[in-house]
């Protein structure tokens, strides 16, 4: 079989099929192989052929590489992608308010733009790695490797050797267009703002990328940091000055807290006695109340490991303690229990109202 081939070259020079004449008086040879070339003029695709029995690996990708090179050398100009940053992904509201869904946005750093240059050279080696075409930024020095993918695109060990190079690169694809490329396809492809073009590397971008990452990480370890201090810092109190601070925070009167309040087995577990853990609860329950109606008794109970120092007289006596608290928040009226955990059934500024304080 045949390959067929959509630029000749002739005196250094890439024609297309249309620009000579027909058959072997073309005149053309192959840009893979330098072997002469038959042009179809005719066929439903225009195109070169190889005279007849010649095999030919990469007559296409050849010819494809060095149009375009041809191309931009006329123009010395190519049209660059726009260059995002993506941020990290993070969890929030949906656009309608009612869902938290994982968002993930991304910055502009340049827009598409045709780029003047300097250069152009085809299939330079590199260390390594033969890129498809080299250009080089007017005034800037700073080289972008072409890609053109023809029939199959960089693969992770070019990639690899791309980035380690820390060049940037950009992959035009061309395979939808087999041997029907011509000199207009690929002018669209090369010079139109804003171009299908894609980064294939940006090291600035990636760096970004980095660096936005490392600053979130930053970021939480001092947010993980400062909510360490407050627990220890609360820690330090007396009971009186805990139960004073989780009354102001539940926004109850002093004299409701023993209504609020009960014995519970176990609830000796926690070092500063039943007023300093227990009024510590009503005061999670009314932030809860806040946030989301709900309230997760694993949370709660992990919460209050961080508020108390916990000595135990039998097994979970701790979180039996919590349970029967929690129950008896239910038994007078502010929480519903739902499986493992409770529904916040009245806002704080009724709890004084209940029943129990009645
Ligand atoms: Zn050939």
Same mark, same amino acid.
């Given at each position: 079989? !045949?390959?067929?081939?959509?630029?000749?070259?002739?005196?250094? /020079?890439?024609?297309?099929?249309?620009?000579?004449?027909?058959?072997?008086?073309?005149?053309?040879?192959?840009?893979?192989?330098?072997?002469?070339?038959?042009?179809?003029?005719?066929?439903?695709?225009?195109?070169?052929? %190889? $005279? =007849?029995?010649?095999?030919?690996?990469?007559?296409?990708?050849?010819? *494809? %590489?060095? #149009?375009?090179?041809?191309?931009? #050398?006329?123009?010395?100009?190519?049209?660059?992608? #726009?260059?995002?940053?993506?941020?990290?992904?993070?969890?929030?509201?949906?656009?309608?308010?009612?869902?938290?869904?994982?968002?993930?946005?991304?910055? &502009?750093?340049?827009?598409?733009?045709?780029?003047?240059?300097? +250069?152009?050279?085809?299939?330079?080696?590199?260390?390594?790695?033969?890129?498809?075409?080299? /250009?080089?930024?007017?005034? !800037?020095?700073?080289?972008?490797?072409?890609?053109?993918?023809?029939?199959?695109?960089?693969?992770?060990?070019?990639?690899?050797?791309?980035? +380690?190079?820390? *060049?940037?690169?950009?992959?035009?694809?061309?395979? @939808?267009?087999?041997?029907?490329?011509?000199?207009?396809?690929?002018?669209?492809?090369?010079?139109?703002?804003? &171009?299908? =073009?894609?980064?294939?590397? %940006?090291?600035? $971008?990636?760096?970004?990328?980095?660096?936005?990452?490392?600053?979130?990480?930053?970021?939480? =370890?001092?947010?993980? $940091?400062?909510?360490?201090?407050?627990?220890?810092?609360?820690?330090?109190?007396?009971?009186?000055? +805990?139960?004073?601070? @989780?009354? #102001?925070?539940?926004?109850?009167?002093?004299?409701?807290?023993?209504?609020? &309040?009960?014995?519970?087995?176990?609830?000796?577990?926690?070092?500063?006695?039943?007023?300093?853990?227990?009024?510590?609860?009503?005061?999670?329950?009314?932030?809860?109340?806040?946030?989301?109606?709900?309230?997760?008794?694993?949370?709660?109970? $992990?919460?209050?490991?961080?508020?108390?120092? *916990?000595?135990?007289?039998?097994?979970?006596?701790?979180?039996?303690?919590?349970w029967k608290y929690l129950k008896h928040l239910e038994s007078i009226g502010l929480l519903k229990q739902d499986r493992r955990d409770f529904v916040i059934l009245m806002p704080p500024k009724n709890w004084e109202k209940s029943k129990a304080v009645q």
């Amino acid at each position: 079989m !045949s390959i067929l081939v959509p630029f000749g070259i002739k005196d250094g /020079v890439l024609y297309e099929p249309r620009q000579v004449l027909n058959g072997k008086d073309c005149g053309c040879f192959c840009p893979g192989c330098n072997h002469p070339l038959v042009a179809r003029k005719n066929a439903k695709t225009p195109h070169f052929a %190889h $005279a =007849a029995g010649k095999v030919c690996g990469n007559g296409i990708e050849s010819a *494809i %590489h060095l #149009a375009a090179k041809q191309l931009i #050398a006329e123009r010395m100009e190519l049209a660059l992608p #726009a260059v995002y940053v993506q941020l990290p992904a993070r969890w929030g509201p949906d656009e309608d308010g009612w869902n938290w869904v994982r968002i993930q946005e991304r910055n &502009t750093l340049y827009n598409s733009c045709l780029m003047p240059l300097s +250069k152009v050279s085809i299939e330079p080696w590199l260390d390594g790695f033969r890129p498809d075409i080299v /250009v080089v930024e007017a005034g !800037s020095d700073a080289e972008i490797l072409v890609e053109i993918a023809v029939t199959h695109f960089v693969d992770e060990n070019k990639l690899d050797k791309i980035r +380690k190079r820390g *060049i940037r690169t950009i992959e035009i694809d061309v395979s @939808n267009a087999r041997g029907a490329v011509g000199f207009d396809m690929l002018n669209r492809l090369l010079f139109s703002v804003p &171009t299908k =073009a894609k980064w294939l590397h %940006h090291p600035q $971008a990636e760096q970004m990328e980095l660096d936005y990452v490392e600053k979130q990480r930053q970021e939480r =370890a001092e947010r993980d $940091a400062a909510e360490a201090a407050r627990f220890e810092n609360y820690r330090m109190l007396n009971p009186q000055e +805990k139960i004073k601070r @989780n009354i #102001a925070k539940a926004q109850l009167q002093p004299k409701s807290l023993t209504s609020l &309040t009960a014995f519970v087995p176990g609830e000796n577990s926690y070092d500063d006695g039943r007023y300093a853990w227990q009024s510590a609860v009503l005061a999670y329950i009314a932030n809860r109340f806040e946030e989301q109606g709900y309230l997760h008794t694993d949370e709660l109970t $992990a919460w209050l490991s961080k508020l108390f120092d *916990i000595s135990t007289q039998f097994q979970d006596a701790e979180k039996v303690a919590l349970w029967k608290y929690l129950k008896h928040l239910e038994s007078i009226g502010l929480l519903k229990q739902d499986r493992r955990d409770f529904v916040i059934l009245m806002p704080p500024k009724n709890w004084e109202k209940s029943k129990a304080v009645q």
